[in-house]
């Protein structure tokens, strides 16, 4: 009998923990959870489970495992928000899947993403022809982006957190040397204030970091 009361006081007390964890955490939909976000919460669940699992296990030891986790989960966050090199390394970036009605078949085999996969996040969007894709991302998270040709198009944002992104540039047909000379236009010459731009109706758009 004491051991039940035992295991049904540290749910209680898990259950509170672990929601304040996860608060603390952020805001994001379970669909869209990084590879490591979804480590640290199988972490998190494994180490409630060993402290319900034995009754004599000493608490705090599954405590402290939550707690560090919590820690490292912000120091990632943290260094996310200040790296974007560092923030792909850890979460991933998207993959153009599909370009113009064309399926990006190298990219697709590269992210081990197959055409059942494919059809499969078209139907569900209500999208029946590929032929009627403009552009389709394979998001981090595992989501299907999808612009469709008749629709708004995608801009590529051709700065993202001070860093250019030459991608993107190529994408659309322009260089670095043509970006830095229409920044120039608009007095602006050090890339590291910016935090994000993208080229828009012939136009660049441009918002500058608050803080620098």
């Not at 004491?2 to 540290?10: F, G, N």
């Not at 494994?46 to 402290?51: D, K, Q, T, Y």
């Not at 993202?160 to 920044?183: A, P, S, T, V």
Request: include cysteine; charged fraction near 25%.
């Amino acid at each position: 009998m004491q051991d039940i009361l035992i295991i049904i006081l540290r749910t209680i007390i898990l259950y509170w923990v672990i929601l304040g964890i996860l608060r603390i955490m952020g805001k994001r939909e379970v669909g869209e959870l990084s590879i490591f976000d979804l480590v640290v919460f199988l972490l998190i669940a494994e180490v409630g489970a060993f402290a319900l699992d034995d009754p004599n296990r000493n608490f705090i030891h599954a405590i402290v495992p939550m707690v560090v986790l919590l820690i490292i989960q912000i120091g990632v966050s943290y260094f996310s928000l200040k790296s974007k090199k560092f923030r792909d390394g850890m979460e991933g970036k998207p993959s153009i899947i599909m370009k113009e009605g064309i399926i990006n078949e190298k990219e697709m085999r590269k992210q081990r993403y197959n055409l059942d996969d494919l059809l499969q996040q078209l139907r569900e969007q209500q999208i029946g022809s590929v032929q009627s894709v403009s552009y389709a991302f394979l998001e981090p998270s595992g989501n299907l982006s999808v612009f469709k040709k008749e629709e708004q198009q995608y801009v590529f944002p051709l700065i993202i957190d001070g860093e250019i992104q030459l991608g993107h540039l190529e994408r659309i047909g322009k260089n670095e040397k043509w970006l830095r000379e229409e920044l120039e236009k608009q007095s602006i010459t050090n890339i590291k204030k910016i935090f994000y731009c993208s080229y828009e109706e012939d136009a660049l758009y441009i918002q500058l970091k608050t803080s620098f």
